[in-house]
């Protein structure tokens, strides 16, 4: 059996605040106007969890057994077409073409994160926009379905390298690069931002608690000038995460909001 959570009568923006806290241990996620459901394997669901998320935004939640998910069906069902200004434009196998965007990314999501539905990802592909890919190196901490690499690769990056905790992100990364012909990315499954290469570019979406463990490796990682480009910020962190890289010489460059979500850039003195 699975396991269905259904938060009731709740905002777009807690919404989106639970899809992101419960990324990495949900299967999926169902938005109605008012509520989310949230589905999980059975061993996978952590009630402790979801009860302190309930009580830290204030709101309750229903807890149901349902019969096994066929997941995919579920991601297909909610899978709609996301376009970043006419700059990116990322769609499922079974959408049609997207007219008039630069580059075309196509995401077989299954569980793994990154769609470019959600801000924080939204945020990344932004800022991307602006940064000169051309022969870079390049590292994607938590790279969920692979977006962000696929899109380093059509941006031009030589060599590229990405890693997640997750072994099915990995499968899902590797099925993604070969859709999008962008076969020769370094896939490694590990659970930290250390690497034994240096990088002209980092990009990192992961949250607040693990970016703050690895910014030190992150910085040691990247080259004079390179920049770090980091996603999954709540507002509220943006001072404890810039002191975090000012200590590892690491130089706020710009910044964007979406939704009360931070995408900080930083240059490396
Ligand atoms: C918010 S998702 C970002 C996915 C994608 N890069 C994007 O921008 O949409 C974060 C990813 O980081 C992975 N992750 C979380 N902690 C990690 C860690 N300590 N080491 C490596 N990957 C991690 C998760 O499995 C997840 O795929």
């Known amino acids: 059996m ?3 959570i259904t938060f009731n009568n709740i905002s777009d923006t807690i919404k989106e605040l639970l899809i992101a806290e419960l990324a ?5 996620f169902e938005e109605t106007d008012t509520d989310l459901h949230a589905f999980f394997m059975k061993e996978k669901y952590d009630r402790e969890a979801v009860t302190s998320l ?6 309750t939640f229903t807890e149901n ?3 096994p998910q066929n997941w995919n069906a579920l991601w297909e069902s909610n899978f709609e077409p996301v376009i970043v200004e006419n700059f990116v434009g990322v769609r499922a196998f079974f959408h049609a073409p997207i007219p008039d965007v630069q580059h075309e990314i196509i995401i077989t ?4 994160f990154g769609t470019g539905h959600h801000a924080t990802t939204y945020l990344m592909i932004q800022q991307m926009q602006q940064i000169d890919f051309k022969g870079k190196t390049v590292f994607d901490f938590g790279t969920g379905t692979g977006i962000l690499a696929i899109l380093a690769a059509k941006l031009g990056a030589q060599q590229i390298t990405a890693n997640d905790i997750d072994e099915w992100s990995i499968q899902n990364a590797r099925e993604n690069f070969e859709t999008n012909n962008v076969t020769d990315i370094r ?3 590990s659970d930290s931002g250390m690497m034994a290469e240096h990088f ?12 703050l463990e690895n910014i030190s490796h992150l910085s040691n990682q990247l080259n004079n000038n390179g920049l770090l480009i980091l996603s999954g910020i709540l507002r509220e962190d943006i ?5 975090c890289c000012k200590n590892n010489h690491l130089s706020l460059s710009g910044q964007a909001e979406k939704s009360n979500w931070m995408c900080l850039s930083f240059k490396k003195l």
């Open 2 to 4: 699975h396991i269905q």
């Open 109 to 112: 999501p299954k569980m793994s």
């Open 200 to 211: 002209d570019i980092i990009l990192a979406n992961i949250n607040r608690n693990v970016l």
């Open 24 to 28: 990495d241990i949900a299967e999926g």
């Open 187 to 189: 896939l490694v499954h």
């Open 65 to 67: 057994e349902i019969a």
């Open 54 to 59: 309930a009580a830290l935004h204030n709101i």
């Open 239 to 243: 001072a404890i995460i810039e002191q």
